[in-house]
């Protein structure tokens, strides 16, 4: 019967926020990332379906990012975060972002055939992934991919953590090289997809 599928499908339920064990060890390791995160010249943060579970963390990762100023790709759920015209979200391009990144933050990211099991990711860069799901910050490691450092902790802690101990990163010609990029493959996809009014097939 339906009612054995879908009852209470409507019924309102709270949500349960899952913390690690000892939040402090793991902003230890967000405070690591913020002066490794100084040295590199090409870094890019790729935000996934569990970056945000509530509407405080998307606060908390569009101000922080707002601070950091590192260009952002988006997948998953996590589309639609930044608006439409954001200046640090790249829109298209990840792919060859992800093979010339020096430094790669995966924030609620499965690293499965979306991502081609790692393959995607530069072996040359400094990778940091944060999941609040721990066997997920090593999903297919040690395959086609290594992570440098994994935190399991939801990403918007450290973020904010990152925004505040960071003072400069000197990625703007990277952000320049990635937007110009961007808006050249979405220049293509219009014009593919345009259908002129005089077509009469």
Same mark, same amino acid.
């Given at each position: 019967k339906l009612c054995w599928i879908f009852g209470n499908a409507f019924v309102e339920k709270p949500i349960i926020k899952?913390?690690?064990?000892?939040?402090?060890?793991?902003?230890?390791?967000?405070?690591?990332?913020?002066?490794?995160?100084?040295?590199? *010249?090409?870094? #890019?943060? =790729?935000?996934?379906?569990?970056?945000?579970? &509530? $509407?405080?963390? %998307?606060? /908390?990762?569009?101000?922080?990012?707002?601070?950091?100023?590192?260009?952002?790709?988006?997948?998953?759920?996590?589309?639609?975060?930044?608006?439409?015209?954001?200046?640090?979200?790249?829109?298209?391009?990840?792919?060859?972002?992800?093979?010339?990144?020096?430094?790669?933050?995966?924030?609620?990211?499965?690293?499965?055939?979306?991502?081609?099991?790692?393959?995607?990711?530069?072996? *040359?860069?400094? #990778?940091? =992934?944060?999941?609040?799901?721990?066997?997920? &910050? $090593?999903?297919? %490691?040690? /395959?086609?991919?290594?992570?440098?450092?994994?935190?399991?902790?939801?990403?918007?802690?450290?973020?904010?953590?990152?925004?505040?101990?960071?003072?400069?990163?000197?990625?703007a010609e990277w952000l320049k090289q990635l937007q110009k990029t961007?808006?050249?493959?979405?220049?293509?996809?219009?014009?593919?997809?345009?259908?002129?009014?005089?077509?009469?097939?």
């Amino acid at each position: 019967k339906l009612c054995w599928i879908f009852g209470n499908a409507f019924v309102e339920k709270p949500i349960i926020k899952l913390l690690p064990p000892n939040t402090s060890s793991y902003i230890r390791q967000a405070f690591k990332v913020s002066k490794m995160l100084s040295r590199y *010249k090409q870094p #890019i943060i =790729v935000l996934g379906s569990q970056s945000i579970q &509530t $509407k405080e963390q %998307a606060e /908390i990762i569009i101000t922080a990012l707002n601070k950091l100023q590192i260009p952002v790709f988006l997948s998953g759920m996590a589309r639609g975060l930044l608006g439409t015209d954001h200046p640090f979200h790249i829109q298209q391009g990840k792919s060859n972002a992800l093979k010339t990144a020096d430094f790669i933050m995966l924030c609620g990211v499965e690293i499965d055939f979306r991502m081609d099991y790692g393959k995607k990711l530069s072996k *040359k860069a400094t #990778i940091v =992934v944060v999941h609040p799901v721990p066997a997920l &910050t $090593k999903q297919n %490691a040690d /395959i086609f991919w290594r992570p440098t450092l994994r935190i399991h902790i939801e990403p918007s802690t450290v973020l904010k953590k990152l925004s505040e101990e960071v003072t400069q990163i000197n990625c703007a010609e990277w952000l320049k090289q990635l937007q110009k990029t961007s808006k050249e493959m979405s220049d293509t996809i219009m014009l593919k997809a345009y259908v002129s009014p005089n077509r009469k097939d």
